[in-house]
């Protein structure tokens, strides 16, 4: 079973631009999570989706958004980029059923904004 | 809020030796999980072991194992027989709500031969 698929792997982008980024989930998994990663704040939860539903979101402006498709996938975007926003995004799915709640993650999209 | 901490930014160990790394936590909840991830250089996330909080019991993958100790909210992994592959960033990890994790700011793990 293939894992969990991010594309671009790499980005670079400048300020005030807007980007999307895309996860493929596990199949068969609905659920869907993003999380930021940076040196300085670490990994962050940024929001969830399962059955195309946001579930729970984190503590970051509306700039972030995201959604999720029939198919589970699931795409992020950030618009008027700013540097504070370079960092590695990591997606996770899991089934998050009774008793299964093991999150499966992606390689990330190193996000460099410039 | 729910946090994680671990006091250990950097830690080493002689190959085959044993390590623990620490960690501690903070919720409100009496229902939760605790994880620890291992993220390698490749920056795969890794699951390595979890722990659901109404088992008494400490979980144990191989040479991974867990010291819980849920009245002192401690969650600390010991790694038996060190290998060269163990070397990794490694995480812990609190599972709030729907599917929502609290990462510490995570150990770096170093193997020495």
């Known amino acids: 079973k293939a894992g969990v698929t991010q594309t671009p792997r790499y980005l670079i982008k400048t300020r005030g631009q807007q980007v999307t980024l895309s996860c493929s989930p596990i199949s068969g998994h609905r659920s869907v999570s993003w999380y930021q990663q940076t040196p300085g704040q670490g990994l962050q939860f940024l929001f969830e989706y399962f059955s195309e539903t946001q579930r729970n979101k984190g503590n970051f402006p509306g700039r972030f958004s995201g959604r999720q498709f029939s198919n589970s996938r699931s795409e992020m975007n950030v618009s008027t980029l700013e540097l504070g926003d370079s960092a590695l995004y990591l997606c996770?799915?899991?089934?998050?059923?009774?008793?299964?709640?093991?999150?499966?993650f992606g390689p990330g999209t190193r996000l460099t904004v410039l | 809020a729910q946090t994680v901490t671990q006091s250990q930014p950097e830690m080493s160990v002689q190959e085959a030796e044993t390590v623990t790394l620490s960690c501690t936590y903070d919720t409100s909840e009496s229902d939760y999980y605790l994880f620890w991830y291992k993220q390698p250089p490749s920056r795969q996330m890794i699951l390595v072991i979890r722990q659901e909080a109404y088992k008494q019991q400490n979980a144990t993958e191989n040479r991974f194992s867990v010291n819980f100790q849920k009245a002192a909210k401690s969650f600390s992994l010991k790694i038996s027989d060190s290998q060269l592959g163990d070397a990794a960033m490694y995480f812990c990890?609190?599972?709030?709500?729907?599917?929502?994790?609290?990462f510490g700011q995570g150990t770096r793990l170093t193997i020495n031969p």
């Open positions: 996770a799915s899991g089934l998050d059923t009774q008793g299964d709640n093991e999150q499966f």
């Open positions: 990890a609190l599972l709030q709500g729907a599917q929502k994790l609290v």
